[in-house]
T-cell receptor
């Protein structure tokens, strides 16, 4: 059983739709992440919320918009996506230990398989 | 130069053999290292965490870390067909860095 829960598991959307991906963690972690993963590639960081402060991968287009309502919840709002945005979207959390170079591991949810038509 | 480098494989081993997966990293400030297993279409699953030089064993898995050589490895003993997956090496310095993954196939 995963302690990071993502919904929905699958999503098909048109290029004019607006949808949201949701993530919830029950591990008491203070950092939450969105990753995008294409087939046969490693996960690529999109956004990080650490102590509810946002850090952005500046290569991520503005059609992706994160929201962190509280330290346990993380949403990813999607608008006017392109077919190349089809991928597995992974939410993860980790404890922030504060020591230089030290961190607890990432704990991933099961992911949302997104298809943009 | 990539922060974390892995042989992409594919690596094939017979059932019951030892699979050896290797990883090098470039950031000397990295102190935390993780191995994840990822089945096709699924999310990464944490296999091992290692923070200190030397070996760390957990069941059939042994992680090895050599900070002087900036080298991390994962040994899988008595490999099973269910171990067939992609293995991701991840380091943490001031952020998480992912290797490109090594594809392992265990042949029955």
């Amino acid at each position: 059983d995963t302690e990071v829960t993502q919904t929905p598991k699958h999503l098909v959307m048109g290029m004019t739709n607006k949808k949201s991906l949701k993530c919830e963690q029950h591990m008491g972690h203070r950092a939450m992440y969105w990753y995008k993963q294409k087939a046969k590639k490693p996960p690529e960081l999109m956004f990080v919320y650490s102590y509810e402060k946002l850090s952005i991968n500046e290569s991520v287009p503005s059609r992706f918009s994160p929201e962190c309502p509280n330290s346990s919840l993380l949403n990813l709002h999607l608008h006017a996506l392109q077919p190349e945005d089809s991928a597995l979207y992974l939410c993860a959390s980790s404890q922030v230990t504060g020591g230089a170079g030290y961190n607890s591991p990432l704990h991933f949810g099961n992911g949302t398989r997104l298809t943009v038509t | 130069q990539k922060e974390v480098e892995q042989n992409s494989g594919p690596l094939s081993v017979p059932e019951g053999a030892i699979a050896s997966l290797n990883c090098t990293y470039s950031d000397r400030g990295s102190q935390s290292f993780f191995w994840y297993r990822q089945y096709s279409g699924k999310s990464p699953e944490l296999i091992m965490s290692i923070y200190s030089n030397g070996d760390k064993e957990d069941g059939r898995f042994t992680a090895q870390l050599n900070k002087a050589s900036q080298y991390v490895s994962l040994l899988i003993r008595d490999s099973q067909p269910s171990d067939s997956a992609t293995y991701l090496c991840v380091s943490f310095g001031n952020q998480f860095y992912f290797g490109t993954g090594t594809s392992l196939t265990v042949i029955p």
